[in-house]
């Protein structure tokens, strides 16, 4: 079973920046995309960033301009730079990445979620 790893959540001051990164615990074929989800308490789980296999990026209105998402095709593996964090980015990080089944469906993989504190 493919199990995603998360790495680098914290607690940062407002204006501070924070890397999330993503690793699939073992190859991972026909992603058609990769992307981070975020949910805060008491709010649906959102999308955050998201990228194709093909590199198209989109990004929550919330966020542009201050996030990045970047992906490796070769390691699986899809990362989130984020500056100039605000309290409202304060929310539970969960990575995603989306693939084709052979039976012509669509399967997510899910991580287990990392914690992104924004307080002063």
């Known amino acids: 079973q493919v199990q995603l790893v998360e790495s680098g959540g914290g607690l940062v001051q407002p204006g501070g920046s924070l890397r999330l990164s993503c690793a699939a615990s073992?190859?991972?074929?026909?992603?058609?995309?990769m992307g981070w989800y975020r949910q805060a308490p008491g709010k649906q789980r959102e999308l955050v960033a998201g990228i194709s296999s093909g590199g198209t990026t989109n990004y929550a209105d919330s966020v542009k301009g201050r996030f990045t998402i970047s992906r490796d095709n070769a390691k699986n593996t899809v990362s989130l730079q984020m500056n100039s964090l605000k309290p409202e980015d304060t929310a539970v990080y969960y990575c995603?990445?989306?693939?084709?089944?052979?039976?012509?469906?669509?399967?997510?993989?899910w991580g287990q979620g990392t914690q992104v504190t924004v307080s002063s």
């Open positions: 995603n990445i989306g693939t084709r089944t052979q039976y012509g469906g669509l399967y997510d993989y």
């Open positions: 073992r190859s991972i074929f026909n992603i058609y995309a």
